[in-house]
């Protein structure tokens, strides 16, 4: 299963996942609609694949056009695995936070370098049915491409902030005063629903994966700051130009080849010896876990 365009067949290196108000900004070229069915469900949306600084990219709704899908019910593994055909190396993923830090203030950007993954009923790996396999994620972000965000934010004159941790929550409700006390005591810097499983699954793929994360509130622990739906709303669209000039600056400093560990994550993880593996599984998992399968043919 692949995608299927009318247009170029030329392989997109880089993607954005966010909201779909991304890809409705100027100086893209060659707009393109790719429609990809995976083995693991329909992707959130077409991909919508276009020029932009010179770089070809896709961008993907999270939620899907006019926000249907729930923080939960987002089908991350159709959506990585759809880019991960188009030839995808690089994500960035933006998201809506909230703080907990009195110093991120809100219209401020974090680019965090850890993840507490608090979530419960997402699916988080490609592996099972059949096939074992464990990846490090002990840095959940790519570090390379996470320079790469903060520089081109601060070139921006955004109020960014490098490092701190993301709590992932379930959601859709957000947090009880009591939970954002506890995160708080626990020394986390932000509260989102969106970066697990990405981060996970990414790293599955071989794929470099950051997240710029808009500070929208300060979550419920301070008083007379608590979050709604609609402060969340004023200040994404109060930032949605800076976020996209944040991209546009960034995409042409992402052409080049990777040098991180993200590239070669799968190649010591997979435990389960190939004949072992059922037929319908391998098959489904070819796309990430193939190369070595051939490579392990070619030295024998």
Known sequence: MGPKSKKSSEPVRVAVIGGSGLYEMSGIEDLDE??????????????????????RCAFLPRHGRGHRFLPGEVPARANIYALKSLGVERIIGVGAVGSLKEALAPRHFVVPDQVFDQTRRRASTFFGEGVVGHVSVDKPF???????????????????????????????????????????????????????PEFNLAREAEMCYATVSLVTDYDVWKEGEEVSVEKVVQTLNANVETVKNLIRRVLPRLAGPRSCSCASALRHAVFTDPKAMPAPTRRKLDLLIGKYFQAQRNST
Not at 34 to 55: A, E, M, W, Y
């Open 34 to 55: 790719i429609r990809v069915k995976t083995p693991f469900g329909d992707p959130s949306d077409v991909l919508v694949v276009g020029r932009l600084s010179g770089v």
């Open 142 to 196: 790519c570090g390379a491409l996470s320079a790469r965000l903060f520089e081109a934010a601060r070139e921006e004159k955004a109020a960014v902030h490098r490092g701190g941790t993301y709590v992932c929550i379930e959601g859709p409700s957000f947090s009880t005063k009591a939970e954002s006390r506890v995160n708080r005591a626990r020394g986390f810097d932000v509260v989102g629903m969106t970066v697990a």
